[in-house]
């Protein structure tokens, strides 16, 4: 199996490499000769962060001996991180896996089939590349990327192979959000007129690791190959550790949170990308030396290119300096709501029979009823919630059948479109539309 997984990866690297945009490098019918159905999966951990271990490794174990995965190498630049990795594996009972100081370890020493890349948010794309070319499936983890040069990258090498790529965009596997969809779909809900999002928190130190800063050497880990396609600076620890909090290594509030939110409005109304975004905020409380701010909001105009006055409006906005309101995803029609923090649809706000009657109207309003769906339970003590557990279960699923899994590369290029716009807008000031001829940001 090993010789035939590494010929199955030289051909997919050099096919991806030497002719993006071919329509697939491997048949489905040619993968399961290959790998067939009983055969056992083998899966990498390109980068065992605190989401890793936390939440996707769980998730995995809560289907590995069912659907016959197996994960068989841990890959992080940092010499600590495999420390843990190692001692965490066998906690979790995994007595042989192969720890790798770079990537080329990896998919040399193991031999992956799969891998589940969970490393910092301006590396996904890249990884998610490399992937590709060594032949493998991925589970990439949110954003999909922090440019334009990355996100077109990923998406025409993944659309040049025939790997199975899942977006870890977990709301797309959600029992409620699938009744969401479904109730929006068919008619039933009216048109959108306007959605409203919020992620809030009160956490001074959100994204702060102060004891490792402190305590992480240079010569840990590999900063030149943690740098990647990035600027290359001296050593900065806070750079390494606490990324998100600084641009150009992620986008802070737009990449973390609201790709998972931006994600839903892209699912149900069909539409890729906004057509335009305006923003402002700032670092208006924790001023720890962080760049990427601890407050913004962002206007989203929604709708078909050729006529300005079809769509709707977004409205997203994030602290992290007062938690009221914490996170809410609320789609407004003519006839009412739907709310999915409450998973409740209402009447609330639809048109009333006085204002309907002054215009000759009817009125608009929607039979109250709550968001009806399977409730997937996962094992007790896992640390992965039901929608991460069952976006795991998905991935692995059509990594079997060769199906498109729930959040393939198109979702996450989406995403971070929007999620690029935003951070366009935010660092510019200005109106930020999208060029979808030249798929480019264009600031007004």
């Known amino acids: ?47 065992f962060s605190n989401r890793c271990r936390g939440s996707l490794i769980p998730a995995f174990m809560n289907h590995a001996d069912e659907m016959n995965f197996e994960i068989v190498g841990v890959s992080d630049i940092w010499n600590r991180r495999r420390d843990e990795a190692k001692a965490y594996m066998e906690e979790k009972g995994i007595k042989k896996v192969d720890l790798a100081r770079n990537n080329e370890e990896l998919y040399e020493k193991s031999k992956v089939d799969a ?111 943690y740098l990647m396609n990035r600027p290359k600076i001296d050593w900065d620890p806070r750079k390494y550790l606490e990324y998100r909090l600084f641009w150009p290594y992620s986008s802070g509030i737009p990449g973390q949170w609201m790709s998972h939110q931006i994600d839903t409005v892209h699912w149900f109304s069909g539409y890729n990308h906004p057509r335009s975004v305006a923003a402002n905020g700032g670092i208006y409380l924790w001023k720890d030396g962080r760049e990427n701010p601890d407050t913004m909001t962002a ?83 896992t640390g992965a919630d039901n929608m991460t557990s069952n976006h795991m279960r998905n991935w692995m699923d059509c990594v079997r059948s060769r199906k498109e899994p729930h959040a393939p590369v198109q979702v996450g290029y989406n995403h971070s479109v929007a999620n690029l716009m935003t951070t366009q807008a935010l660092h510019t000031g200005k109106r930020v539309t999208f060029n979808t001829e030249e798929q480019e940001i264009v600031s007004s």
């Open 1 to 47: 199996m090993n010789n035939l997984n590494r010929n199955r990866r030289d051909f997919i690297k050099k096919s991806a490499l030497g002719a993006v945009g071919l329509s697939t490098a491997f048949s489905a019918r040619s993968y399961g000769r290959i790998l067939g159905a009983n055969d056992r999966v083998r899966v990498g951990i390109v980068g």
């Open 299 to 381: 206007v989203f105009d929604y709708g078909p290119d050729d006529n300005p006055n079809e769509g709707f409006q977004v409205v997203y906005s994030s602290r992290f300096t007062n938690s009221e309101g914490g996170t809410k995803e609320i789609y407004y029609s003519n006839a009412g709501t739907l709310n999915l923090k409450t998973n409740m649809i209402t009447p609330d706000g639809g048109l009333n029979e006085k204002h309907a009657s002054a215009m000759g109207m009817q009125p608009n309003r929607l039979e109250e009823q709550e968001l009806q769906g399977d409730k997937v339970i996962t094992s007790a003590n």
């Open 115 to 225: 891998v589940i890349i969970s490393t910092a948010d301006f590396q996904h794309a890249l990884h998610g590349v490399e992937a590709i070319e060594n032949g493998c499936d991925a589970y990439i983890e949110k954003p999909l990327a922090e440019s334009m040069e990355d996100n077109k990258k990923i998406k025409e090498t993944a659309e040049a192979s025939d790997r199975i790529i899942q977006i870890g965009s977990q709301r797309r596997s959600g029992s409620n959000y699938h009744a969401a969809e479904d109730y929006i779909k068919s008619g039933k809900f009216g048109d959108i007129v306007m959605v409203n999002m919020t992620w809030n928190v009160n956490q001074p130190g959100r994204w702060r690791l102060p004891d490792l800063v402190a305590s992480i050497k240079k010569e840990d880990t590999d900063w030149d190959r």
